[in-house]
């Protein structure tokens, strides 16, 4: 009876929990801590504190309700709940939030503005220009 039910919630429990051979990671940045400089990244990134500076990232950066970014971010997808002053590219989605606040140049490909949400942009569609500034993250990590 009691080795049943461990081995269901270690099921569960595995389940849950990224594989140690996945080959994406998601990285936290955590409300209170502030970085300046240049952030490189494979996987995916949340921001819940502060980053002054250039994040390249080949996943999806997700800025929660009180993260803010002060600077440039390129990436593969975003999601925005916080707030970001800067040049935003994003090659394929960028869905902002109803919380976010959003300042600056954005380029994207596809583009979700939810009601409630500061959005004071130039905003070009389309083909993002970020491509050629992740395949440079490419050569940076492998060296």
Known sequence: MFGNNSKKNESKASSTMPSSGSSSSINT???????????????????????????????????????????????KNSVVEGVIKGVITVDNELN???????????????????????????????QAKSSSKIASLDKAVAS
């Not at 400089?37 to 929660?64: F, L, M, P, S, W």
Request: charge should be negative.
């Open 96 to 126: 902002v939030r109803e919380t976010a606040k959003v300042n600056g140049e954005v380029n994207t490909g596809q583009l979700t503005v939810q009601p409630g949400a500061v959005f004071n942009v130039s905003c070009g569609m389309g």
């Open 29 to 75: 940045l955590g409300a209170g801590t502030v970085i300046e400089g240049t952030i490189n990244a494979e996987g995916d990134i949340r921001i819940d504190g502060t980053i002054t500076g250039t994040i390249n990232c080949k996943g999806k950066i997700i800025v929660g309700p009180q993260g803010l970014i002060d600077g440039t971010m390129n990436c």
